[in-house]
């Protein structure tokens, strides 16, 4: 799945309750980064990490925790303090150093994220 | 803080005409700008990109321009097809290996055949 697997596809939240979606990836990647889309706002960041057992706080942090304890996992909470989660959500990874052919972020198939 | 604008937010071509998505920045470091596609129900994927040492690159039909005095850059489609359907997005960061991407809010391509 292109070297980064989000899990699950799917996921259905009550009023509440706490979830978390897996990022798992096997590419050697330092930095993970991950971001929620919403209809005509694009990609919003909600936190990244460079390095493990540290991250940051992105544009729309509140609501949402993260963990960095393995270079290959960066696993994100949604909480219960997150009033409005209904979103696709997808995690990145990016490569060190640049060549000519080709560089950026690699994305995973994402995450969709329904309260009900 | 650092925000890109990009427009239009949909746009609409025959098959065959050319395509141009146009963005701005606000952080003046920033110094590499990439375009991602993301095709219905699937990941973004990087098209091309460049740096700022860089004016302009091409890669066959698509190719990207750089006006850093101006903070703008645009993505130009030429021959488009009914491939080329899609939803872009342009991103701006100030390192190209250790910084954050700050995205556009997409633009939505459709090719008419």
């Known amino acids: 799945d292109g070297g980064i697997t989000q899990s699950p596809k799917y996921l259905f939240r009550k009023e509440g309750q706490n979830v978390t979606l897996s990022c798992e990836q096997n590419?050697?990647?330092?930095?993970m980064y991950w971001y929620r889309q919403d209809p005509g706002q694009g990609l919003r960041l909600i936190y990244y990490?460079?390095?493990?057992?540290?991250?940051q706080k992105g544009d729309i942090a509140e609501g949402y925790s993260v963990s960095r304890e393995k270079k290959e996992s960066f696993p994100l909470t949604v909480t219960s303090a997150q009033k409005n989660p209904t979103a696709f959500y997808l995690c990145?990874?990016?490569?060190?150093?640049?060549?000519?052919?080709?560089?950026?972020?690699?994305f995973g198939s994402g995450t969709r994220l329904t309260v009900v | 803080g650092e925000n890109v604008e990009q427009h239009p937010s949909t746009l609409s071509v025959q098959e065959g005409d050319s395509a141009v998505i146009k963005c701005t920045y606000s952080?003046?470091?920033?110094?590499?700008f990439p375009w991602y596609k993301q095709e219905l129900g699937k990941r973004p994927q990087l098209i091309i990109d460049?740096?700022?040492?860089?004016g302009e690159k091409k890669d066959q039909r698509i190719a990207v321009t750089l006006n850093k005095t101006a903070k703008h850059f645009s993505l130009h489609i030429t021959e488009t097809q009914p491939e080329d359907s899609a939803v872009y997005f342009c991103?701006?960061?100030?390192?190209?290996?250790?910084?954050?991407?700050?995205f556009g809010t997409g633009t939505r391509l459709q090719v008419f055949p």
């Open positions: 990145a990874s990016r490569r060190d150093s640049y060549s000519s052919s080709n560089y950026g972020y690699t």
């Open positions: 590419l050697n990647h330092d930095a």
């Open positions: 990490s460079q390095i493990v057992n540290d991250f």
């Open positions: 952080d003046s470091a920033s110094n590499y």
């Open positions: 460049i740096r700022s040492n860089v």
């Open positions: 991103a701006a960061s100030r390192s190209y290996n250790t910084d954050k991407l700050i």
